[in-house]
Protein backbone atom coordinates (compact mmCIF):
# COMPACT_ATOMS: atom_id res chain seq x y z
CA UNK A 1 0.00 0.00 0.00
CA UNK A 2 1.27 3.13 -1.36
CA UNK A 3 0.47 6.10 0.82
CA UNK A 4 1.64 10.00 -0.20
CA UNK A 5 4.08 11.31 1.75
CA UNK A 6 2.45 14.36 2.74
CA UNK A 7 0.10 12.35 5.02
CA UNK A 8 2.40 10.87 6.86
CA UNK A 9 5.34 13.48 8.02
CA UNK A 10 4.74 17.05 9.44
CA UNK A 11 7.66 18.21 7.76
CA UNK A 12 7.03 19.68 4.21
CA UNK A 13 9.58 20.96 1.66
CA UNK A 14 11.97 22.36 1.76
CA UNK A 15 12.67 20.16 5.28
CA UNK A 16 10.97 17.02 3.96
CA UNK A 17 13.73 14.05 2.92
CA UNK A 18 11.86 11.42 2.28
CA UNK A 19 10.16 11.19 -1.45
CA UNK A 20 8.47 7.23 -0.70
CA UNK A 21 8.22 4.47 1.95
CA UNK A 22 9.68 1.65 0.25
CA UNK A 23 8.82 -1.20 2.48
CA UNK A 24 8.17 -1.54 6.27
CA UNK A 25 8.34 -5.19 8.03
CA UNK A 26 7.94 -5.27 11.58
CA UNK A 27 11.19 -3.62 12.84
CA UNK A 28 12.83 -2.71 9.17
CA UNK A 29 11.74 -0.20 6.65
CA UNK A 30 13.24 1.55 3.83
CA UNK A 31 12.84 4.85 1.88
CA UNK A 32 14.18 6.67 -0.64
CA UNK A 33 15.19 10.65 -1.36
CA UNK A 34 16.53 12.30 -4.11
CA UNK A 35 18.80 14.88 -3.97
CA UNK A 36 17.17 17.88 -6.32
CA UNK A 37 19.35 20.66 -7.44
CA UNK A 38 17.24 23.07 -5.49
CA UNK A 39 17.64 21.37 -1.98
CA UNK A 40 18.49 23.55 0.73
CA UNK A 41 21.56 21.25 1.84
CA UNK A 42 23.58 21.22 -0.79
CA UNK A 43 26.85 23.24 -0.65
CA UNK A 44 28.22 25.75 -3.33
CA UNK A 45 29.50 22.33 -4.64
CA UNK A 46 26.56 20.41 -5.29
CA UNK A 47 27.22 18.34 -2.11
CA UNK A 48 24.62 17.49 0.25
CA UNK A 49 25.64 18.67 4.15
CA UNK A 50 26.98 15.42 6.22
CA UNK A 51 23.99 16.53 8.53
CA UNK A 52 21.25 16.36 6.20
CA UNK A 53 22.23 12.68 5.96
CA UNK A 54 21.52 12.27 9.80
CA UNK A 55 18.13 14.01 9.35
CA UNK A 56 17.15 11.72 6.43
CA UNK A 57 17.58 8.79 8.47
CA UNK A 58 15.56 10.35 11.61
CA UNK A 59 13.03 11.08 9.18
CA UNK A 60 12.82 7.61 7.42
CA UNK A 61 12.41 6.55 10.81
CA UNK A 62 9.34 8.45 11.27
CA UNK A 63 8.09 7.92 8.27
CA UNK A 64 8.31 4.25 8.80
CA UNK A 65 6.54 4.58 12.25
CA UNK A 66 3.71 6.79 10.20
CA UNK A 67 3.16 3.97 7.70
CA UNK A 68 2.83 1.23 9.94
CA UNK A 69 -0.09 3.41 12.43
CA UNK A 70 -1.86 3.91 9.14
CA UNK A 71 -1.67 0.37 8.44
CA UNK A 72 -2.91 -0.61 11.72
CA UNK A 73 -5.53 2.76 11.39
CA UNK A 74 -3.77 4.03 14.77
CA UNK A 75 -2.94 8.01 15.02
CA UNK A 76 0.12 8.97 14.31
CA UNK A 77 2.87 10.18 16.85
CA UNK A 78 4.76 12.86 16.59
CA UNK A 79 8.61 13.01 17.31
CA UNK A 80 11.78 14.75 17.46
CA UNK A 81 15.52 13.74 17.31
CA UNK A 82 16.82 13.40 20.81
CA UNK A 83 20.46 11.48 20.29
CA UNK A 84 22.76 10.02 17.90
CA UNK A 85 25.16 7.88 18.96
CA UNK A 86 28.22 6.21 16.98
CA UNK A 87 27.79 8.11 13.49
CA UNK A 88 30.10 7.51 10.95
CA UNK A 89 29.95 9.12 7.66
CA UNK A 90 31.74 7.06 4.35
CA UNK A 91 31.07 8.81 1.39
CA UNK A 92 29.19 11.93 0.56
CA UNK A 93 25.79 12.10 -1.60
CA UNK A 94 25.46 14.79 -4.35
CA UNK A 95 22.75 16.39 -6.57
CA UNK A 96 21.17 14.11 -8.56
CA UNK A 97 21.13 10.87 -6.22
CA UNK A 98 18.89 8.60 -5.21
CA UNK A 99 19.47 7.71 -1.73
CA UNK A 100 18.20 4.85 0.16
CA UNK A 101 17.73 4.68 3.83
CA UNK A 102 17.45 1.13 5.66
CA UNK A 103 15.98 1.76 9.45
CA UNK A 104 16.26 -1.79 12.01
CA UNK A 105 14.29 -0.74 15.27
CA UNK A 106 16.28 -2.60 18.24
CA UNK A 107 13.71 -0.61 20.98
CA UNK A 108 11.43 1.31 22.45
CA UNK A 109 12.22 2.16 25.60
CA UNK A 110 9.84 5.46 27.72
CA UNK A 111 8.28 6.66 24.20
CA UNK A 112 11.80 6.64 22.20
CA UNK A 113 12.26 4.44 19.48
CA UNK A 114 16.24 3.29 18.95
CA UNK A 115 16.81 2.44 15.54
CA UNK A 116 20.56 1.45 13.42
CA UNK A 117 20.31 3.78 10.24
CA UNK A 118 22.16 3.26 7.25
CA UNK A 119 22.15 5.33 4.58
CA UNK A 120 23.14 4.52 0.51
CA UNK A 121 23.38 5.86 -2.65
CA UNK A 122 21.83 4.52 -5.74
CA UNK A 123 24.83 2.32 -6.37
CA UNK A 124 24.86 0.83 -3.28
CA UNK A 125 27.59 2.68 -1.61
CA UNK A 126 27.23 3.08 2.06
CA UNK A 127 27.06 6.99 3.00
CA UNK A 128 26.76 7.05 6.38
CA UNK A 129 25.38 4.84 9.40
CA UNK A 130 24.64 4.69 12.89
CA UNK A 131 22.30 5.13 16.30
CA UNK A 132 19.57 7.38 16.20
CA UNK A 133 16.67 8.20 19.29
CA UNK A 134 13.60 9.14 18.08
CA UNK A 135 11.22 10.45 21.18
CA UNK A 136 7.58 9.85 20.30
CA UNK A 137 4.69 11.58 22.07
CA UNK A 138 1.02 12.62 21.01
Known amino acids: ME???TKLMLHRPPMLLVDKVL???GDFARTSFEIKPDNIFLDKNNVL???AQIEIMAQALAASNAFDSKQKNKPTQKGFLVMLKNITFFADA???DILECHINIVDFIAQTHIAQG????Q???LLCEGEIRIYCFD
Do not use: A, H, M, P
Open 3 to 5: IEI
Open 23 to 25: EVD
Open 49 to 51: KRS
Open 94 to 96: KCG
Open 118 to 121: KLFN
Open 123 to 125: TGT
